[in-house]
């Protein structure tokens, strides 16, 4: 099993293609456990103004658009823990 790490390079690497489950296992090691509703999985963040990233099953990938989100979000909260 690829790590979280393993799994966040490939998904910059290719934000188009990525596998639901590898999406929701990164987030989860992020943001902690999601809420689901529906098809939705709801991740909080810890910062004011939009704290949430949410993610889709499409077909068992996640949709491209959300994996971008998913990638800015753990970019700002990295940039936010180094300073």
Known sequence: ???????????????????????LRVCTHYFGSPKVRGSHHVFKTPWQGDPWVNIQDKGGYAKSYQVKQVLSAIDRLEDESDA
């Open 1 to 23: 099993m690829a790590s979280v790490k393993d799994i966040l390079a490939a998904m910059r690497n290719s934000p188009n293609n990525v596998r639901f489950s590898d999406c």
